[in-house]
């Protein structure tokens, strides 16, 4: 136990806010919150009216905003907060001389001035022990608040704690250009970004304690706590809703299978293709027809944004310092689809990987560019699937050739459509266009070669592919028009397919 630090804090009356005044008749109840937080407004509203009958038994309780005092009022108001009430203006000297991590925390200030006891979030055994230790002081059995759902929910950052590099509040002065501001301090993939203020990374976050960490982001090894994913979800103009599935993203991206440190270094192109299954396409507004691989809809750009900003601002690859690549692509700069299961005349990609189809997923795959594969005039699906094939023949390399690695074609619902009718299975497919495309190992050697093509007999057929099982095959676009499309792989570094549910675990708590 450590003495309770001195308040600066504003109150509703005239006179000074203190620590010696509010304990003069016993203890008092410190409950420190923020009007952006949903548990602080749970807290507020189950606590409340329990604060007339402690002050009467000596348990004073105060209910500090990180807010203006007219917000605090207003809002203790509504949710019947029968306490005291005051609020502390930035830089929040109250909240960080009590250390706080997140709001809503409470901390137990006993009659000799100390802190006996503190608990952060909503915890409903943890605030039950704190006020019975409250009737220890005073020799009275105090009301406790019921033992109602949820009985344990984590809070918000506290304003004091924000990420000081990524969700630091952004200057709104009248010469200050906020655009210009944040391409100053290097928060940008080159285009413009929404400034990460502690407002919206603390909407963002939805309540999830922003310290939890997803761990280290290669190649510099940044920490990706929660609140600095949602900073880059904020700086990528996701909204709210979106966050589950850039949490997840990021969780697949960061898995070591997935190798995200040799695709943010290396001199390939290679950018990280985000695939959307499940209920949540539907539910956050994930585009999966017409232009699914453009432009025009916001969560496909700022999901697949976030993910690369979280790369490059927390994991240093920056293009021309950590990032080597050669040229690059678009996709680079953010890659998200979303699967069109309900025109799928296949299982969709998450139920291939073993989840069900229920369950909200995202897929990463380390991938190049996509080529655009026309087709309009074949009438059967043998011809079709040779078309798809050899399209992607020059996929990375145009005699490295078998490709370990896997290409995803993306199936437009016209030739996914041929294949239905045809009665086709996605094993099928594959299995036609491995074996569709193969050429002679002496015709390989001709400039760059793998191994494998040097050591062949130059009359052996080697196949583009290592295995069927490299050809991946979702769908997607617009009803019209028979255009499919190739993303080659990310090859010679071992990335793997790597999937996560969306909200699993959710919300994230320490």
């Not at 016993?26 to 749970?42: D, K, N, Q």
Request: aromatic content about 6%; hydrophobic content about 45%.
């Amino acid at each position: 136990m450590h003495r309770a630090p001195a308040l600066s804090v504003s109150g509703i009356g005239p006179g000074e806010v203190t620590i010696s005044g509010l304990t003069a008749g016993g203890c008092v109840l410190l409950l420190f919150v923020s009007e952006e937080c949903p548990t602080s407004a749970m807290t507020l509203r189950r606590l409340g009216p329990l604060c007339r009958s402690w002050q009467s038994a000596g348990l004073a309780s105060l209910a500090v905003f990180e807010d203006p005092l007219e917000v605090a009022v207003r809002m203790a108001r509504r949710l019947g907060w029968l306490g005291l009430v005051a609020s502390e203006d930035p830089p929040y000297e109250t909240s960080r001389a009590y250390r706080l991590v997140s709001v809503p925390t409470a901390a137990l200030v006993d009659p000799a001035g100390t802190i006996a006891a503190t608990v952060t979030g909503w915890d409903h055994a943890a605030l039950v022990a704190l006020i019975g230790r409250a009737g220890v002081f005073l020799g009275a059995e105090l009301a406790i608040p019921e033992a109602t759902e949820p009985l344990l929910k984590p809070g918000c950052s506290s304003k004091a704690a924000i990420d000081p590099e990524l969700a630091a509040a952004v200057s709104t002065a009248a010469d200050t250009d906020e655009v210009e501001e944040m391409f100053e301090r290097g928060w940008t993939d080159g285009l413009p970004v929404v400034p990460p203020t502690q407002e919206r990374v603390e909407a963002m976050l939805g309540g999830c304690d922003g310290r939890v960490s997803l761990g280290p982001v290669p190649p510099d090894m940044g920490e990706a706590t929660l609140a600095r994913v949602a900073s880059c979800a904020v700086l990528a103009g996701c909204r709210p809703a979106y966050f589950p599935v850039v949490v997840a993203a990021a969780q697949a991206a960061l898995d070591p299978a997935f190798n995200l440190h040799g695709q943010a270094v290396t001199t390939q192109p290679a950018g990280q293709l985000v695939v959307v299954n499940g209920p949540v396409r539907q539910a956050i507004g994930l585009n999966s027809g017409m232009g699914a691989l453009g432009p025009g809809f916001r969560a496909n750009l700022t999901i697949g944004r976030a993910l690369r900003l979280l790369v490059t601002l927390t994991g240093g690859a920056v293009p021309g310092k950590l990032d080597r690549a050669t040229q690059g692509h678009m996709g680079k700069i953010g890659f998200c689809i979303a699967e069109d299961e309900e025109v799928s005349p296949w299982k969709p990609l998450h139920v291939e990987r073993g989840f069900q189809p229920g369950q909200s997923v995202v897929t990463v795959i380390g991938c190049d560019a996509p080529l655009s594969i026309s087709d309009h005039r074949s009438r059967t699906p043998d011809d079709l699937a040779w078309v798809l094939a050899w399209a992607a023949a020059s996929a990375w390399s145009t005699n490295w050739w078998p490709l370990d690695e896997p290409s995803v074609f993306v199936i437009c619902p016209e030739h996914a459509e041929m294949f239905r009718a045809a009665g086709w299975t996605k094993q099928q497919l594959r299995q036609f266009m491995f074996e569709a495309v193969h050429k002679p190992a002496g015709e390989l050697r001709r400039g760059e070669a793998t191994p494998f093509v040097h050591a062949a007999d130059p009359g052996l057929q080697v196949p583009k592919w290592a295995s069927p099982e490299a050809i991946v095959l979702i769908v997607a676009g617009g009803e019209a028009g028979r255009y499919s499309a190739v993303l080659g792989p990310c090859t010679g570094m071992g990335s793997q397919i790597v999937s996560r549910e969306v909200g699993s675990p959710w919300p994230l708590t320490t």
